[in-house]
């Protein structure tokens, strides 16, 4: 499975970005996140979306401000990202994560599979 991820850049605090991640293949369960990475930290959950029934779940300090979405026809999700801030400032990764059943989200990167290139997020202030 190859992630396409784009719609990285810069922009100042309170301005918007989208993300978006197009995956090459799908399976009949299964998980799109968002993960973001700073220098000398780990990489650190964002958001993820259920491809099947569209549930979500949020990393405390983005909800209300970010928003994921996801196009079956275009096999693509999206990460729609308000009132930035820079803490908001890393590099942004889309990782897939393939299940045999239905399985709630869990935000631990050692639970996706498939992970794209990252993207650059530069917010200043």
């Known amino acids: 499975v190859q992630l396409q991820a784009s719609g990285g850049g810069s922009v100042q605090a309170g301005g918007s970005l989208r993300l978006s991640c197009a995956a090459s293949?799908?399976?009949?369960?299964?998980?799109m996140g968002w993960f973001r990475q700073t220098p000398g930290k780990e990489r650190e959950f964002v958001g993820a979306?259920?491809?099947?029934?569209?549930?979500?779940d949020y990393e405390d300090s983005v909800r209300g401000r970010f928003t994921i979405s996801r196009d079956a026809a275009k096999n693509t999700v999206y990460l729609q990202m308000n009132s930035l801030k820079p803490a908001d400032t890393a590099v942004y990764y889309c990782?897939?994560?393939?299940?045999?059943?239905?399985?709630?989200?869990?935000?631990?990167?050692?639970?996706?599979?498939?992970w794209g290139r990252g993207t650059q997020v530069t917010v200043s202030s």
């Open positions: 990782a897939v994560r393939a299940l045999s059943r239905r399985t709630p989200i869990q935000r631990a990167p050692s639970n996706f599979d498939y």
């Open positions: 293949a799908t399976f009949s369960q299964y998980h």
């Open positions: 979306i259920t491809w099947r029934d569209g549930k979500t």
